[in-house]
């Protein structure tokens, strides 16, 4: 698993205070609005707002602000939200592509302009580092009571493209036209993920150690805080006890 998908791993099983999880409320009803808004209120035909209506149900968002989300995006109102991608550099010269939704980017732009500046980081041009990512469907299991071989079997039959495995969780890689298919076929055939997205996965990845492998979570934490900010990608690749730690602080 690379680097950053293991980060993202190690943060999701670390317990959610009130206010973290009203940020996550916030982020999941803007995407809910999003893919309504750009596929129709039907789940059935559309795959992104039926996944997003599942990541919101899995963190325990209300289903009356999922109806609502749903009915105001149909009905033409909810604001009118953009979807941005910035790129820039971090520390040790990682690469960080950062995924927005907003209603106001200049606000949005100067938020993660300082969060770049302050935090040991630039912001770059359109294109700076999009390159070195490619787009992945990413269905990770946790590992604990899973059968590596039957998963990954299963997996392989429904069309993955490959399975990443270490000590703690399965991750599936797939073509994001064939994540729907993948997640639904695992999922029916008794594998229930712990989380699953269409991602960017990095195509290299740049070792840090040190102060520049804390200054470049710190960064990549500062700007997932961010409202508009929907999720974060870097290419780094960084000790796990060193995430562990970070994730505790």
Not at 62 to 88: F, H, M, N, R
Not at 229 to 247: C, G, M, P
Request: charge should be negative.
């Amino acid at each position: 698993m690379s680097g950053h998908s293991k980060w993202a791993t190690i943060k999701r099983k670390k317990a959610k205070t009130d206010q973290e999880r009203g940020k996550i409320f916030t982020k999941l009803v803007r995407e809910l609005t999003s893919a309504a808004k750009q596929g129709g209120a039907d789940p059935g035909g559309n795959a992104r707002l039926r996944l997003a209506i599942e990541k919101a149900k899995e963190s325990n968002v209300p289903t009356d602000k999922i109806k609502k989300a749903i009915e105001k995006a149909a009905g033409g109102s909810g604001g009118v939200l953009e979807e941005i991608t910035y790129e820039g550099y971090g520390p040790g010269g990682v690469a960080v592509l950062v995924e927005v939704l907003t209603d106001n980017k200049n606000r949005t732009i100067s938020e993660i302009r300082n969060a770049f500046t302050r935090h040991g980081g630039n912001l770059g041009d359109s294109g700076c580092v999009s390159w070195m990512f490619e787009k992945k469907g990413s269905i990770v299991f946790d590992k604990k009571g899973k059968n590596d071989e039957a998963l990954s079997m299963d997996a392989i039959e429904a069309g993955a493209d490959d399975i990443n495995v270490d000590e703690d969780a399965i991750e599936v890689i797939t073509t994001p036209e064939k994540f729907p298919q993948v997640r639904e076929s695992l999922i029916a055939a008794g594998h229930k993920p712990d989380s699953s997205e269409i991602t960017m996965n990095a195509k290299t990845t740049v070792r840090l150690e040190g102060d520049n492998a804390h200054a470049a979570l710190k960064l990549v934490s500062i700007l997932e805080e961010l409202d508009d900010v929907q999720k974060v990608h870097a290419n780094f690749d960084i000790a796990e006890d060193i995430l562990e730690q970070e994730s505790k602080a």
